[in-house]
């Protein structure tokens, strides 16, 4: 956890393994909720839907944040909403689930200057980009700051080479600690130091996640400039690659350019349920040839800022969805392209 920690510079810090992000994120808006007891928590709409369903069960009020035409955290509206005084913790995304899109820590930092709020940043599928040495400078800047934030979960299962069931949250004050405090005097008799069960909300979990863990990390050091981070690179440079092909084919409409490795596209066609109907279509016919992509419901403002010519007539359309997070996909996005060209036929 120390080494997670120090990728963001942080030194001193309280965090351990969860059994995946939901709990993680679970665990820093309650530490959130029990600071700034009945104030709202605040996440863009692009948010993975945790935030919101995390805040059901905790009982706290939820405040949704509109995004730009990039996927990210407007700021303009977040200050329209931290007006009212009743925020009490910001939910930063470094690598939106659906999109990659990284929320300006930046902008949202300096929105903190003026009105108090805890800032929590997701960085459950993006943390690890922070070691990539080709991030645009926009999104560096974001990674830069990171460190400011308050707490942070980042899921190895997803860039960390773990298996499901393994997240971690970490927080930059130990002394949340004390939030924990109860009493086990029949588990934890061994010794007279705080153990990780008294800090944690899942207390017991298997072990065997925190070894394959440490093992990955004594061979994969996270050190930017290393063999981790090289894999990292290789993902985006796949993504951009993807992007630009898909960018200068007619047949496909894209939307921005990806911050992280995931890029999201739809098929050209008249109106906004074609393209819906489209995308399902070629996502069933890549399949069979072998390509397995995703499908997303997104905005259909992501594409229209670059195809102000469609008829985008409703507020959400289906899209084709890729994450290339397999170094070797920069190695497979020439193969890409033919399938998705079989697909369209």
Known sequence: MAEIAGMFGWTGHLGHLTGGGTMANLEALWVAGRLHPGKKIAAS???HYTHRR???VLQVPFAEVACDRRGRMDANALEDLLRAGDVGCVVATAGATATGAVDPL?????????????LHVDAAYGGYFTLAGNLDAE???SFDRVGEADSIVIDPHKHGLQPYGCGTVIFRDPAVGALYKHESPYTYFTSHELH??????ECSRPGAAAAALWATQRLLPLQRGGEFAAGLEACRRAALALYEKLRHD???LTAFAPQLDIVIWA????TSAAISDRSQEIFERAAAHNLHLAVAHLPAAFFR????ELDLNQERITCLRSVLMKPEHEAWVEQIGELLDKSTC
């Open 45 to 47: 709409s692009q948010a």
């Open 54 to 56: 995390i805040t059901g």
């Open 106 to 118: 930046p902008e949202i930092l300096e929105l903190r200057r003026r009105y108090p709020f805890r």
């Open 139 to 141: 999104t560096r800047a």
């Open 196 to 201: 990780l069960g008294e800090i944690s909300l």
């Open 250 to 252: 007619p047949k496909w």
């Open 267 to 270: 098929p050209r066609a008249a």
């Open 305 to 308: 800022q670059h195809h102000p």
